[in-house]
């Protein structure tokens, strides 16, 4: 885990400011990303199965009972058949492009099928935090953790898939931090 | 009524006026047309109905009004901190709103409110629902007094004369004051999307109601049309074209001395008060430091002017509903001149931000846009085109569309940049209004970089400031500098531990 450079925030009475070298400063790119529990893809297919499941019991009672659409068939099902197919291979590549970390001031959130992006949401700025658990996620014993700050909608974090253990200990870690942060007469020790 | 507000009290009691002004106004605007088209065709023995329904929406409103007024209340809670409001006529609702979370303070007048002596006071909150409370009658002196206690919180122990001395100094000295002379320039030069939006919104309802209407009157439409399609030739349409621009200029001129009319700005006691309005007098109150972004944008003929328009853009939480709460947090200012600019600038940041390192986007920037904006749509048109013969006079048109089209794509891409100095961050972007955005790096609620797999070996990516009043983009740029460009926020955020809000 990245370390801060010792800054001056308790001893207000010693202000310095000096000039900060950008090289130095810790590197959110060099981190290295936890990924989502392997469980979680089974999640995911389990989910992807019900769906088609769903669109592929509408489709073949619609084939069986209506005549116009019988016609169709030919290339309904071809299609229906490629987009399972990239629907499995999409999420696949997206679920091994997820990837998160949590630093002693932030957090950082990693994914992107095309696009790869990658979030960062300070510590001091977070409002609240939810942990959910879906009906298949309790079985495998995983949860999902939500970050939300001010940002609205998109300066939001949603990590799905962590082992739900992992999961609330992190949750405490970061309410235990909100708390530090919040009320700064408590001492806070960054190197905890 | 008691001044330091810490009891529950009604407000004042002419807001059974006010309320059931604005419930048959609510009311009749919803079943105007409805009455005009009664009206039209009714016979003369209905003439008593609709006198009766009109009485009937009236002594409803008052019935509303009364009641509305005996159930609302309000009051300070001092050791919490928060300001109470039982609502609700049939159901019972209380807003608590905690008083570091208001954003700002309105005390308003329109016409009613100004004949008969009260304020209005609107109370806006960083609420997870942008929820805002609004009390509709209410005298001046008080209203003040509970804009006081509702902005700074702990530190107020004011009597009326403080109050009284305050406002005295406010209008002594604004630093920045419209002449009507500026609010010309400004409605000539500013704001023509939003006219144009209200003019066809206008024109819609103007021609469905019509039609209504001459349903109503059995007036036979083919007749109209004939008449109307004979009328259109070449000059005509042309003739018709400059009337609706000069029309678009005169609304345009007409809704910004509307709104900006007499526009003071003038600090009161570390917060800035705006008051604008023709009719309807408008005081904001905001405090400095719950701005997020500050925008100030200019466009070709305003630089002529020596002349720019500002934006205060506070916190927005929750779904914005189609643009009004966001509007209802964005503060206008137009018609500043540069010295006036700093002076604002200064007001709200403490300092005027330069800009200091200047990032441009790559190239690359222009690929996106005029690929999905002209290739794409111009391909598909010509494909038409050759396919259907009455479209191949038009084929011109699609060259003026592209020449035009990148023009402006190379002027956004010239335009899109990005500055970073110690304090701040300063995104230009813009095709016409050049906009300014700055942004103290300490409003910044999250981060986002991302980048496409083919733009890794030439290493472009982008970056997105995720603030509480909403995004800032940077398309295109080096992704060397944008990560080290983050890591030096993060660090701004996150080792000073400051309040945004």
């Known amino acids: 885990m990245n370390m801060f450079i010792p800054l001056n925030m308790h001893t207000e009475t010693t202000f310095t400011n000096e000039v900060i070298n950008p090289d130095l400063l810790p590197k959110y790119e060099n981190v290295q990303l936890s990924r989502l529990h392997p469980d979680y893809w089974k999640i995911i297919c389990i989910n992807l199965l019900i769906f088609f499941a769903l669109l592929g019991i509408t489709i073949a009672a619609l084939l069986w009972f209506v005549d116009e659409v019988k016609p169709n068939a030919k290339w309904i099902i071809p299609v229906y058949i490629t987009l399972l197919v990239s629907a499995f291979l999409l ?75 992992e999961a609330k200990r992190i949750r405490d870690l970061l309410l235990n931090k909100l708390e530090q942060l919040e009320n700064p007469s408590t001492e806070l020790n960054p190197n905890e | 009524m008691n001044n330091d507000f810490s009891k529950p009290q009604r407000e004042s009691a002419f807001g059974i006026i006010i309320m059931g002004a604005h419930t048959m106004l609510k009311i009749g605007k919803a079943t105007f047309f409805l009455f005009v088209i009664a009206f039209v065709k009714m016979s003369g023995s209905s003439f008593t109905f609709l006198m009766l329904g009109i009485a009937a929406i009236i002594v409803f409103s008052l ?45 308003n007048q329109n016409i009613l409110q100004k004949m008969i002596g009260v304020y209005g006071l609107k109370i806006d909150t960083a609420g997870a629902h942008g929820e805002e409370v609004s009390i509709k009658a209410i005298d001046e002196i008080s209203a003040y007094i509970l804009k006081e206690h509702l902005l700074n919180g702990e530190n107020t122990t004011i009597t009326q004369r403080e109050v009284e001395q305050d406002n005295d100094k406010a209008a002594a000295a604004p630093f920045l004051k419209l002449s009507s002379w500026t609010l010309l320039k400004v409605g000539l030069t500013s704001n023509y999307g939003q006219s144009l939006a209200l003019l066809v919104a206008f024109f819609y309802t103007v021609i469905y109601e019509g039609r209504q209407l001459l349903d109503a009157f059995k007036i036979d439409k083919d007749e109209i049309q004939s008449t109307v ?30 709104k900006y009319f007499e526009l003071e700005i003038s600090e009161h006691s570390n917060t800035l008060l705006l008051s604008s309005g023709l009719i309807a007098k408008k005081n904001t109150l905001v405090s400095p430091d719950k701005v997020q972004i500050t925008t100030y944008s200019q466009n070709y003929f305003q630089k002529k002017l020596n002349m720019l328009n500002m934006s ?15 509007q209802g947090n964005t503060l206008e200012i137009p018609g500043c001149n540069a010295g006036e600019r700093d002076e604002l600038l200064k007001m709200i940041l403490a300092k005027v931000p330069l800009k200091e390192k200047t990032f441009i986007p790559d190239w690359r920037f222009l690929n996106l846009p005029i690929f999905f904006k002209m290739v794409l749509p111009v391909s598909i048109f010509l494909i038409m085109a050759f396919n259907i013969p009455e479209l191949k006079p038009y084929m011109s048109a699609a060259i003026l569309y592209v020449m035009i089209g990148v023009f402006m794509i190379y002027i956004s891409y010239r335009r899109h940049r990005i500055s970073v100095s110690q304090d701040f961050i300063i ?28 733009h890794k070996g030439v290493d472009v990516g ?34 000073r531990n400051e309040n945004w809000m």
């Open chain 2, 462 to 495: 982008h970056l997105t400031l995720h603030t509480a009043a909403g995004q800032i983009h940077f398309k295109h740029g080096n992704y060397t500098e944008i990560k080290q460009l983050v890591n030096y926020w993060l660090y701004q955020v996150e080792s």
């Open chain 2, 229 to 258: 399609t004979g009328m259109l030739t070449i000059v005509t349409v042309f003739i018709l074209i400059a009337c609706l621009l000069i029309l678009l200029l005169i609304i345009n001129l007409i809704r910004t001395s509307y």
């Open chain 1, 91 to 165: 999420f696949r590549v997206s679920f091994k492009k997820r990837g998160y970390a949590i630093r002693t001031h932030d957090v950082i959130y990693k994914s992107g099928i095309i696009a790869e992006s990658t979030t960062i949401v300070p510590l001091n700025r977070i409002q609240h935090i939810e942990l959910n658990e879906g009906l298949f996620s309790r079985i495998y014993k995983l949860g999902s953790l939500q970050l939300f700050t001010a940002g609205g909608q998109t300066g939001h974090i949603h990590i799905s898939g962590i082992a739900i253990d």
């Open chain 2, 63 to 107: 019935i509303f009004a009364y009641l509305w007024y005996l159930k609302f209340t309000f009051f300070l809670d001092k050791e919490k901190q928060e300001f109470v409001v039982n609502k609700g006529i049939l159901n019972r609702d209380q807003v608590i709103i905690q008083l570091d979370k208001i954003q700002q303070v309105n005390i």
């Open chain 2, 427 to 454: 995104k230009t972007s813009g095709i016409w209004d050049i906009a300014n955005e700055i942004v103290v790096p300490n409003k910044i609620q999250a981060i986002t970089t991302f980048q496409y797999p083919w």
């Open chain 2, 312 to 326: 205060l853009k506070q916190a927005h939480f929750g779904q914005s509903k189609k643009g009004h709460e966001m």
